[in-house]
């Protein structure tokens, strides 16, 4: 069972930065495309930003030039740099994974807990 952990939020002013983290545990498998969703209150669920295994990128239109997401295939951890943040920039961030059990041969999608990202004015 792949379990996905979370770490890195908090409060923040404006034009501030933060560094999220999330880290795949359990055994055996292997990771395709990591990256991280966010969702404010009251409004869907939002893509931030993707990257595959072999580090193609893929950034929400909102986020672009201000957010890189980046992973560490060794240490099945995925990371997300987010600079000049915004008051809107304020939700719960989820980290998501997919990936393929070896064991069986199934794919999976996992999602993190969620960590709250709160950007001050």
């Known amino acids: 069972q792949v379990q996905l952990v979370e770490s890195g939020g908090g409060l923040v002013q404006a034009g501030g930065s933060l560094r999220l983290s999330c880290a795949a545990t359990?055994?055996?498998?292997?990771?395709?495309?990591m990256g991280w969703y966010r969702q404010a209150p009251g409004k869907q669920r939002e893509l931030v930003a993707t990257?595959?295994?072999?580090?193609?990128?893929n950034y929400g239109d909102s986020v672009k030039g201000r957010f890189t997401v980046s992973r560490d295939n060794a240490k099945n951890t995925v990371y997300l740099q987010m600079n000049t943040l915004k008051p809107e920039d304020t939700a719960v961030y989820y980290c998501?994974?997919?990936?393929?059990?070896?064991?069986?041969?199934?794919?999976?999608?996992?999602w993190g807990q969620g960590t709250l990202v709160t950007v001050s004015s």
């Open positions: 359990g055994s055996r498998f292997n990771l395709n495309t």
């Open positions: 990257v595959t295994r072999s580090g193609s990128t």
């Open positions: 998501n994974a997919a990936g393929v059990d070896l064991p069986t041969a199934r794919l999976f999608e996992v």
